[in-house]
């Protein structure tokens, strides 16, 4: 590892900024992992599109569908292509808790910058807090590499700002992807940010959050990739904007990316997420490749529809 245990928190402070993004993972039509086709992504996504770092095997990669040797070569496959010119923060959620710290050791031991944990689906409803605590103390105290919290809706409930206020305490917890509303995630800013980097993977948020809750870090979705190219970099270019305090600038740029995101928004059908993007960037040029069971596959008016606005989006190919 770069940092010790308890020097976690001041090295992702140094270098975890940027744009960072969670990678779809691309499957063959016999459901095996298209390895190639992943490490042509990461290095259109690190060398062309500028990506900082990388969340390899989260929900977007449908981890769900993959066994413990599939999502440690997931993990290796990154660390191999990005080498030392982006970051990699590893998913290794598990609703088995020895599974988890199986993938967070492989991914210590193989170099990765960090890990990310989302919150356990708990089975009682009593003294949660004190539960979801404890869950991250025992990982903290296993691994020494450092871990961020996710708090999301598919957990059955959302950490309080409070709550991940407390687990902020603990050494080597260093940032928290929190797909909550704004109100919370903008709390837990102003409680934690001494000691835990705060973000969200909303897109359509993250120049608001750069400007209004001086965010250095956007942890992550698949927007970064799906919204620029190797020829139109605009989200990279409205994020060095903000950061470099040039805010209509920001907002102008920012503003010219709204035909891209409503066509991407409103040709994406509820349940096929995945699905959906994976044929966006398959019209870009990227291995997109099909989804695995039991996530549905779209339909060919459904490709239609996506190809169509696509075309009309005005993104530079």
């Not at 779809?24 to 992943?38: A, H, I, R, S, Y």
């Not at 599939?70 to 590893?90: H, L, P, S, W, Y």
């Not at 710290?101 to 492989?106: G, M, Q, R, V």
């Not at 991914?107 to 960090?114: C, F, K, L, Q, W």
Request: proline content about 4%.
């Amino acid at each position: 590892m770069k940092y010790s245990r308890l020097d976690a928190k001041e090295y992702a402070r140094a270098n975890m900024k940027g744009i960072w993004a969670a990678a779809l993972n691309p499957f063959n039509d016999d459901f095996l992992l298209d390895e190639e086709g992943m490490r042509r992504n990461i290095r259109h996504w690190v060398d062309d599109i500028g990506i900082a770092g990388l969340f390899i095997a989260g929900k977007q990669g449908e981890f769900f569908s993959m066994s413990l040797e599939e999502r440690k070569r997931n993990f290796e496959i990154a660390v191999e292509e990005t080498g030392d010119q982006a970051g990699t923060i590893m998913s290794c959620s598990d609703q088995n808790f020895d599974a988890m710290i199986e993938l967070a050791e492989h991914a210590e031991a193989i170099g990765a910058d960090y890990i990310v944990v989302h919150a356990s689906i708990l089975h009682f409803i009593t003294d949660q807090d004190d539960t979801v605590f404890n869950y991250y103390r025992e990982i903290c105290e296993q691994v020494n590499i450092g871990i961020a919290m996710w708090s999301h809706p598919d957990s059955g409930y959302l950490m309080s700002p409070q709550l991940c206020n407390r687990v902020a305490e603990l050494p080597n917890i260093v940032a928290i992807k929190y797909s909550v509303p704004r109100p919370m995630y903008a709390e837990l800013t102003k409680l934690a940010d001494d000691r835990i980097i705060v973000s969200t993977a909303s897109e359509e948020e993250w120049l608001d959050n750069i400007i209004e809750l001086g965010w250095k870090l956007y942890l992550c979705s698949s927007p970064p990739y799906l919204l620029q190219t190797k020829n139109d970099r605009r989200m990279h270019a409205y994020t060095q904007a903000a950061f470099n305090g040039e805010i209509e600038e920001a907002r102008a740029i920012s503003r010219s990316l709204d035909p891209v995101r409503k066509a991407l928004k409103e040709t994406r059908p509820g349940g096929k997420p995945q699905a959906q993007q994976k044929y966006w960037q398959e019209l870009l040029g990227q291995a997109g490749g099909t989804v695995r069971p039991p996530l549905l596959q779209l339909t060919e008016a459904e490709k239609e529809a996506t190809r169509i606005a696509f075309e009309g989006c005005g993104l530079k190919l």
